[in-house]
């Protein structure tokens, strides 16, 4: 059965079907003699916690840095910024003991890593020892995938972006230790409050005939093929003014197609631009106290597309019709099988804000009610997990395992939100016969599967033998972070990979039937999925669904036992998160931590040479007038983007004429912004930059200027200098 929220009664109650409303659970008592006290009166408890939260910067280099991250396509190479990706730092403690605290890390991100939290938690617990710890610190990506890429630590993520960037790496690392530093050193008193809301236009299920495999009696317990709540955790002070919040929401960070080349941080990463700009209209983005986060969750199945996926095949009899059902295809083949956002006939940015405001409007809502109290004991716990060959028991009794990690030949052939390649199609399983020449052509790329890894990945037909190939180092992950954060009533499940709808509620029902039967919290308990975070572990389906091997079965790497073995061993650690002092600080035995392959990243990027040119010289000047709605641009000589990353500046800003002088108007934060930058010549290092603004309808009328900032890169010697340019200047009227 679902969980449910237990508002006060002045609350407008939002429920999100089936959740069923439970009044005055909230604040019943826990502990020794708590069923001797339930005959009280239910009071609303007001639990006081410590509570800091703020951002920090985390773009690496937006040009030339392999493909925009997310969708596999070498042809996908960045070369521009439409807005910033940043971290967005949470921290919890408990103020009778400030050593129980969690920091919740929600970063515009594709995926957490194992690298990258590695360096985040040597750098916190060097700086604040025996506060943050691999413990209780969790690594959330919001799975955007119109980020940078090349900062995971295993290969095969990474093979699009031509290997190991650590400029991104270092980037993200900086700016999400900036972040929980910020909000370490903004820890004040205050309150929680949780509530849910249905946002059902936000998002689909693109795999919907492996979420029919599930079984009918299950099914029937949910509306819908897609979870629609929208929960949110409200950080207040103790003068009841709201500090920001982190909500959860499932909609995959596709909203932004394969064809973009721009940085940006797709739905989730332009929900928080959008809520805080509401809250604090005249900052610039980035400067905003107010912090939105927006999570992702059972993010597996989900897509932004939500007018369904059709053939785009001019000249075809099919063209414009809706994709095959069961395979995605059309003619076919996979390639031209494409999902459409709400916004498409507009543009792709239209379906991106369309999607973001879709969640802005749900987590305004409840920001603008009396959330359940939350109040309870601030715990964490983690431990790691080696999934290959991992054995488990099944609560039947019958024993299980997992596998080393493989990929099926359905991953190739992609999702309705960016289609494969070749003939690859979804919902292929080992009951079809495969084509010879990739059963050949595969074993030049990753070893052959033996009969162990063959069987244990039935009915997987195995593409990529990932688990066994480790030249020149690991191409996928076998150990993975398991690891619950609690505040009070809030169990969150912090999860390696990206689990479907269906994977997102077995595992959240369990979990919470674990925290009453065992006592841990009692029938307020709600219990959500943050992820894919840490460790990035792919995917997570159903058994049922792994049958049908869609492309998320496909990427269940460690076989049809995945979401099986999460639960046994998530549901094994509950008892840690107990009030009981004796298990406070406490922590269980843990497999061997993954190794650390920093020291044998490959990468194939060249470095920075040299920059020549006049910088910041005029090429193509602006327009001496403009209106709203209209995009106005300049063309400047420029330098590579590389050589400074500006992570707490900017690459351009529209200037507004005050008085007698400039102010900043907007940034390269802003969506309505944007930077592009071209190689001219390579053996002369001389270089062009475009600044566009498309100018709001909000935008007072006066004299504006584009000002483009860079830095160029000496041949001989290496310095890098900075400068700046600035456009004619223009009416806005």
């Known amino acids: 059965m679902s969980q449910s929220l237990a508002p006060p009664p002045e609350a407008v109650v939002y429920v999100v079907k089936p959740f069923r409303t439970v009044l005055g659970l909230a604040c019943l008592p826990r502990g020794p003699n708590a069923l001797a006290r339930r005959h009280r009166k239910p009071r609303h408890c007001l639990r006081d916690y410590s509570l ?97 890429g090349g900062y995971l630590e295993n290969l095969l993520p990474e093979i699009t972006s031509l290997g190991y960037v650590k400029q991104t790496a270092d980037a993200i690392v900086a700016g999400t230790v900036r972040a929980v530093v910020q ?74 197609y394969e064809n973009n080349t721009l940085v940006s941080s797709d739905n989730k990463g332009m929900a928080a631009y ?44 099919y063209d414009g019709m809706a994709c095959d059902f069961n395979h995605s295809t059309c003619g076919g083949t996979v390639q031209n099988c494409h999902g459409r956002g709400p916004g498409f006939r507009i543009s792709d940015f239209a379906s991106n804000e369309i999607i973001a405001q879709l969640q802005v409007d749900g987590a305004r809502s409840l920001m603008g009610q009396s959330l359940v109290p939350v109040s309870g004991s601030v715990r964490s716990v983690h431990t790691y997990l080696n999934m290959s060959f991992h054995q488990f028991t099944l609560p039947n009794g019958t024993a299980a395992q997992t596998c080393p990690p493989a990929m099926g030949y359905a991953f190739a052939g992609g999702t309705t939100d960016g289609p494969g390649a070749f003939d690859f199609v979804q919902g292929d399983n080992a009951s079809q016969p495969q084509n010879p020449f990739w059963e050949v052509v595969k074993g030049f790329v990753t070893p052959d599967a033996d009969a162990q890894q063959t069987a244990c990945q039935y009915p997987k037909p195995i593409l990529l033998n990932t688990g066994y190939a480790h030249s020149p180092y690991n191409w996928s992950p076998h150990t993975v972070d398991i690891q619950m954060l609690r505040v009070g009533q809030l169990v969150m499940l912090i999860m390696p990979g990206e689990l479907t709808t269906m994977a997102g509620r077995r595992i959240r029902n369990a979990i919470r039937g674990n925290l009453i039967s065992q006592g841990v919290i009692g ?61 406070a600080g406490a922590q269980p035995p843990s497999d061997p931590a993954p190794p650390d392959l920093s020291g044998s990243a490959i990468s194939l990027q060249t470095g920075v040479v040299q920059d020549n040119g006049d910088f910041g010289k005029i090429i193509t000047n602006v327009n001496p007038s403009y209106t709203t709605g209209q995009t106005v641009f300049a063309v400047f000589q420029g330098a590579n983007p590389r050589n400074n990353l500006r992570l707490e500046s900017t690459f351009l800003s529209v200037d507004r004429l005050v008085g007698s002088g400039w102010v900043m108007y907007r940034s390269d934060s802003h969506p309505s912004t944007v930077y592009r930058w071209t190689r001219t010549n390579t053996i002369l290092g001389t270089s062009s930059v475009n600044i566009s603004w498309t100018i709001e309808p909000s935008t007072p009328s006066g004299i504006y200027r584009l000002t483009y900032f860079g830095d160029w890169k000496a041949l001989i010697g290496g310095a890098v200098t900075p400068f700046s340019g600035s456009s004619g200047n223009f009416t806005v009227s």
Not at 563 to 578: P, Q, R, T
Request: charged share 15%; net charge negative.
């Open 274 to 317: 959008l809520y805080e700009a509401m809250v604090e209209p005249n900052a610039m983005p980035g400067n905003t106290t107010f912090i939105a986060g927006f999570t992702q969750s059972n993010v597996g199945d989900t897509s932004p597309n939500t007018l369904g996926a059709f053939c785009e095949s001019p000249g075809e009899s």
């Open 52 to 148: 800091g939260l703020l951002r920090g910067p985390a773009t690496g280099p937006s040009t030339r840095s392999g493909a925009v991250f997310g969708y596999a396509s070498l042809a996908q190479t960045d070369t521009g910024l439409h807005m910033r990706q940043r971290s967005r730092a949470f921290i919890i403690a408990d103020p009778s003991n400030s050593t129980n605290r969690v920091v919740f890390i929600n970063a515009d991100i594709a995926m957490g890593d194992t690298g990258i939290r590695r360096s985040i938690v040597k750098n916190l617990s060097s700086m604040y020892p025996g506060i943050y710890t691999n413990t209780n610190v969790a690594l959330v990506g919001t799975h955007q995938h119109s980020g940078v």
């Open 183 to 256: 909000a370490h050193n903004s820890l004040a008193e205050g309150r929680l409050g949780l509530g849910n809301i249905t946002v059902v236009d936000g998002n689909i299920n693109r795999s919907p005939s492996a979420y029919l495999a599930n079984p009918a009696a299950e099914r029937a317990m949910y509306e819908y093929d897609q979870d629609k709540e929208l929960t949110l955790l409200k950080f207040e002070d103790m003068s009841s003014n709201a500090r920001g919040f982190l909500s959860f929401y499932a909609v995959h960070g596709t909203s932004l």
């Open 523 to 583: 029938n307020d308990a709600y219990v959500v999925i943050a992820g894919p975070a840490n460790t990035y572990g792919h995917y997570v389906t159903t058994l049922e669904e792994y049958s049908i091997q869609r492309y998320e079965g496909a990427s269940t790497i460690f076989g049809q036992y995945t979401l099986d073995a999460y639960i046994n061993k998530y549901g094994s650690l509950v008892s840690f998160l107990a009030d009981d002092a004796a298990m």
